[in-house]
């Protein structure tokens, strides 16, 4: 039997413009595709060639009760890989963020941020 290899991940966000072109700055990715989505919504995949993030509004967003750490099924973050933590860090930085929960582990580095949506991103290095 083959392994699956995560081709992407499907987030809802307020505005989705933003969003890509913040995601796009800090880790240097590029749109794929974009174009219209359910619910009458707009959908953009941005990422690399092997994977990306589905980046969706339906046009109205509802802001959720609770943590999504304490939902079943809910999403707790989204984990990228990067070369350089210091200079990514500077870029999250820049575009507005606060970083958080820095934390040296064997075998890599990281951080958290939150972005506008409340969507938690780790970032990791392990170079």
């Known amino acids: 039997m083959t392994q699956a290899t995560l081709e992407h991940v499907n987030v809802t966000v307020s505005d989705p413009k933003r969003t890509v072109e913040r995601l796009c700055t800090i880790y240097n990715w590029k749109i ?3 174009g219209d989505a359910i619910n009458n919504g707009y959908t953009y ?3 690399s060639d092997d994977c990306y993030l589905a980046i969706y509004s339906p046009g109205t967003t509802e802001t959720p009760e609770h ?3 304490k939902i079943r099924g ?4 989204i ?4 070369d350089d933590l210091d ?3 500077k870029r ?9 929960s820095h934390a040296d582990y064997e075998p890599g580095r990281r951080f958290y941020y939150r972005d506008e949506d409340n969507i ?6 392990y170079s």
Do not use: C, P, Q
């Not at 809910?74 to 973050?77: E, S, T, Y």
């Not at 984990?79 to 990067?82: G, Q, S």
């Not at 938690?120 to 290095?125: A, C, N």
């Open 32 to 34: 794929r595709w974009e």
């Open 45 to 47: 995949h941005v990422g």
């Open 67 to 69: 943590e999504s750490y």
């Open 74 to 77: 809910g999403l707790n973050h």
């Open 79 to 82: 984990a990228l890989i990067v």
């Open 87 to 89: 200079e990514t860090e």
């Open 92 to 100: 999250v930085l820049d575009a507005g963020y606060k970083t958080f």
């Open 120 to 125: 938690e991103f780790e970032v990791v290095s």
